[in-house]
């Protein structure tokens, strides 16, 4: 997000994305449990560092998991003046209750979104995640009908998400989507690799190269 933030990590994703560099947030179970003032507490102690750009972005794992959570910490931050950001794949979206009251009230208190969309082509979504990406795109649609803004994050990577094809079509989704006052292309890059080997979890994209800088200037 932007200028310098505090980050904090939440547990869990029901997603299994191919080249994530942070596979130890993948189980809900782990993690460490805190109260949301005693994060906010924590965030606090650094808000110098801020500067007038910067503040507090949770991540994953996937935030929407524990949404009640970073509703109940924005709200608190919100009341110290800190910006406040969700990054998120918006994978657990849905219009049905009690999720979407409950997104309305964090959207209360969240200034920005980094929104993943892994992939435009639903079949190739599957094979890159393990899932659809249908909630994914219903929810950049909900943000836009509800005025909220968003970043768009798109991971370039070789063989799975460079197609011509597959850009362009996402080109034309985001395009429609008011949300979005911002994308990144993010290279895919092999550092989460140290992390599969220490959990004896296999690493699928063995031998998948970053992208040159030439694509990802094209993309």
Same mark, same amino acid.
């Given at each position: 997000g932007p200028g310098i933030r505090f980050v904090v990590f939440m547990q869990g994703c029901p997603m299994?994305? *191919?080249?994530?560099?942070?596979?130890? +947030? #993948? %189980?809900?179970? $782990?993690? +460490? =449990?805190? &109260?949301?003032k005693d994060v906010a507490e924590r965030v606090l102690k650094y808000r110098n560092y801020f500067g007038e750009e910067g503040g507090v972005t949770v %991540?994953?794992? &996937?935030?929407? *998991? #524990?949404? $009640?959570?970073v509703t109940e910490l924005f709200a608190l931050l919100k009341k110290e003046g800190i910006s406040t950001c969700v990054d998120t794949s918006g994978i657990v979206f849905t219009r049905g209750e009690p999720f979407l009251s409950s997104l309305d009230e964090l959207l209360k208190v969240t200034d920005l979104f980094l929104l993943d969309i892994k992939q435009i082509d639903e079949g190739k979504h599957k094979v890159l995640t393990g899932q659809s990406n249908r909630p994914i *795109? =219903?929810?950049?649609?909900? *943000?836009? &009908?509800?005025?909220a803004k968003a970043w768009l994050r798109y991971v370039l990577v070789p063989g799975y998400t460079d197609d011509e094809e597959d850009v362009s079509g996402l080109c034309d989704f985001v395009k429609n989507q008011r949300c979005f006052v911002k994308a990144e292309v993010l290279p895919y890059h092999t550092m989460g690799i140290v992390k599969y080997r220490s959990l004896g979890i296999p690493y699928r994209l063995e031998g998948v190269e970053p992208p040159s800088k030439e694509s990802v200037k094209h993309v």
């Open positions: 299994r994305c *191919l080249y994530c560099h942070n596979p130890d +947030t #993948q %189980s809900v179970a $782990g993690g +460490t =449990e805190y &109260e949301a %991540s994953g794992g &996937e935030p929407l *998991l #524990q949404i $009640g959570f *795109l =219903e929810f950049a649609r909900y *943000l836009s &009908e509800k005025g």
